[in-house]
Every structure is written in C-alpha cells, then in structure tokens.
Nanobody, 121 residues
Framework: VQLQASGGGVVQPGDSLRLSCAAS????????MGWFRQAPGKEREYIAA????????FYADSVKDRFTISRDNAKNTVYLRMSSLKPEDTALYYC???????????????WGQGTQVTVSS
C-alpha cells in the first residue's frame, strides 16, 4: 500500500489550500481514509476522515466548518479542502488508510508521507 500526499505549501492567513492523497496497492473503495497533522513540538492530531462510501465523515473541533474531506473512488484519491487557514494550522499533514474502519477511531494501518502546510503572513 502506498499513500502519496501532495498539495502543501506556504499560504497567508485566510487563504485556502487543497491537499490530495493518491492511494495505490489497495482496493480503495474498501478503505476509510483519514488526515492527521503534526506541528513541531506537538502531538499528532487526527483532524478528518471519510468512510469507504463517502457517506460518513469526521472532523476535529479545531478544523470543523473550515476543512472538508472528500474522496473520488474512481481516482483512488482523498482530498482535504482547507479554508480560512490560520497560523496554528501550520503542520506536516499526513494521510492514512484502514480497511473498513470507523471514522471515529484514530487507529490506522497504513500511512503516507507528509506534506508541509505553512500559514504565515
């Protein structure tokens, strides 16, 4: 299983950004996909997830109403649309996958490499 995250960058407060995570080596439509982030000196934070059907999502309070997770099973890709970005959103963002898992559990079996998001004026 390979998970390739992309789309990070340097943006200003209030800007938007879309992260992508392309998956291979798995039957994508059978996997719950999640996004985590880790800022320097802080613990990894579970911020969003979407189940295999796309019908159930999870958001951490810190990103609720600003971030939107979605998936395209035809493209084996999960997205994280981030809007109204704040400096505290600066972190390394990771995608992860688990077979038919609950979006409410932060336990995942497969991890991708991170993509850096920096929000700074």
């Amino acid at each position: 299983v390979q998970l390739q995250a992309s789309g990070g960058g340097v943006v200003q407060p209030g800007d938007s950004l879309r992260l992508s995570c392309a998956a291979s080596g798995l039957i994508f439509r059978s996997y719950t996909m999640g996004w985590f982030r880790q800022a320097p000196g802080k613990e990894r934070e579970y911020i969003a997830a979407v189940d295999w059907s796309g019908g159930t999502t999870f958001y951490a309070d810190s990103v609720k109403d600003r971030f939107t997770i979605s998936r395209d099973n035809a493209k084996n890709t999960v997205y994280l649309r981030m809007s109204s970005l704040k400096p505290e959103d600066t972190a390394l963002y990771y995608c992860a996958a688990k077979y038919y898992g609950s979006v409410y559990s932060h336990e995942y079996g497969y991890w991708g490499q991170g993509t850096q998001v920096t929000v700074s004026s």
